[in-house]
């Protein structure tokens, strides 16, 4: 399973360790010089709003990331090696790597090939990859090689629009990306975890609008965002559903969905209705479910020929 983190994590060779940690086996000559080949490669140049880096990789980028992360002992070649390194990102401002560690996804399941392009088009636009609309899978689902630096005070549209001039050019990609604004109908989730309402795997969390299908229907566990995401699809019309409880839980949470099993469009519309669900979760939890109307982006991919 592919796992991301925006942290800087990766391990190298022994003989770049003793160099990076400064061991009194070490040369800092070649630390510096490693460091400074390095720095060269993932820059922008002037103009330059994206770039991608392509393997192989300068050695100086394992000394880079064991020096921003040195608690995670990147180079001791265990489960965060180089081989399962998929993507990092940088942010550069003013001609310098910010601070904060670059985004980094890694795999434990054999050698990475690759970065899924619709996740990287997410980290560098950051935008939501449901907000991005490929209905001709010209980009979702494609693996693409490569750390990338970004100008981190580049308009976003700018950048957008670049990384989808780069990934046709250097990645094969037939794709055109565009950043537009839009408006979108939410669920947003207030509130606080308290007793009598505690997260349980025993006792599911009834989705229903009409009426309770006790014995029918399908029950489902997972994370409390897992469940927020599954309302979201179970109402009617779908909503997205942002989660902003004050003490959101990592305990696993249980819920089944209530849907008559002979029904026709009017039964099941009755039996997902937005309001009314979410009229009854609230009595189930004590949170609040309120509808808001708010502001957001989304990426837009077509063919580039």
Not at 22 to 34: I, M
Not at 280 to 303: A, N, P, S, Y
Request: aromatic content about 8%; overall charge neutral; hydrophobic content about 35%.
């Amino acid at each position: 399973m592919v796992q991301f983190l925006k942290i800087a994590i990766v391990a190298s060779l022994v003989l770049v360790a003793c160099v990076a940690r400064g061991d009194e086996n070490g040369k800092p000559e070649e630390a510096e010089k490693l460091l400074a080949e390095f720095r060269k490669i993932y820059h922008l140049e002037e103009g330059q709003v994206i770039k991608r880096i392509k393997p192989p990789f300068p050695k100086g980028r394992m000394y880079d990331l064991d020096q921003r992360a040195p608690e995670f002992k990147v180079l001791s070649n265990g489960t965060y090696r180089e081989a399962n390194l998929q993507c990092l990102v940088y942010r550069e401002r003013d001609g310098k790597h910010e601070k904060e560690w670059p985004f980094f996804a890694y795999t434990t399941h054999g050698a990475a090939k690759g970065y899924e392009a619709g996740s990287l088009v997410s980290v560098v636009s950051d935008v939501e990859y449901r907000d991005i609309d490929d209905p001709g899978r010209l980009l979702l689902g494609k693996l693409v090689v490569g750390d990338y630096v970004v100008d981190a005070a580049a308009p976003p549209d700018k950048v957008v629009a670049a990384l989808g001039q780069l990934l046709k050019r250097e990645c094969g990609l037939p794709v055109q990306l565009e950043l537009r604004e839009g408006e979108d109908r939410i669920v947003v989730v207030r509130g606080r975890f308290k007793p009598p309402f505690v997260p349980k795997l025993d006792t599911p969390v009834e989705l229903y609008a009409a009426t309770l299908q006790p014995g029918k229907g399908e029950k489902d566990q997972g994370t409390f965002q897992e469940f927020l995401d599954d309302i979201g699809r179970f109402i009617e019309p779908n909503h997205r559903v942002i989660n902003a409880v004050e003490d959101a839980r990592q305990d696993k949470i249980s819920w089944h969905r209530n849907v008559r099993t002979r029904f026709d469009d009017k039964t099941l519309h009755a039996d997902r209705d937005a309001l009314q669900v979410l009229e009854h979760l609230e009595e189930q939890t004590g949170l609040t479910f309120q509808m808001e109307q708010r502001k957001f982006r989304k990426i837009i991919v077509t063919r580039s020929e």
